[in-house]
């Protein structure tokens, strides 16, 4: 069974950090790409960054550049994300979804966990 389990959500205050994990389990995670997306409240759903697990290459979308960095345990089959210099406009469910390769958009990723909720004060 393919599951992939984010965790690691929470309240902040702007400037604040936090870790998001992404847990993966039941695929071959070495031969998969683990992206994190975002959706606030009345907004479509937003592509964070993406890691290709196999070679390591990321992606970040330029509103994280800088703040945000994405790393992969493929010892653990983890995904983490490490989210820097929070601002409220970061505040969103945050979720992590596995697809063959990065692609731009959400359409393509095949799997997808549950979200958690992160939330910057200001």
């Known amino acids: 069974e393919v599951q992939l389990q984010a965790s690691g959500g929470g309240l902040v205050q702007a400037g604040g950090s936090l870790r998001l994990s992404c847990a993966a389990s039941?695929?071959?995670?070495?031969?998969?790409?683990i992206g994190w997306f975002r959706q606030a409240p009345g907004k479509e759903r937003e592509g964070v960054s993406c890691i290709s697990s196999g070679d390591g290459v990321t992606y970040s979308a330029d509103s994280v550049k800088g703040r945000f960095t994405i790393s992969s345990d493929n010892a653990k089959n983890t995904v983490y994300l490490q989210m820097n210099s929070l601002k409220p406009e970061d505040t969103a469910v945050y979720s992590c979804a596995a697809a063959r390769v990065c692609y731009r958009g959400s359409k393509m990723f095949e799997f997808w966990g549950q979200g958690t909720q992160v939330t910057v004060s200001s």
């Open positions: 039941g695929f071959s995670f070495d031969r998969y790409a």
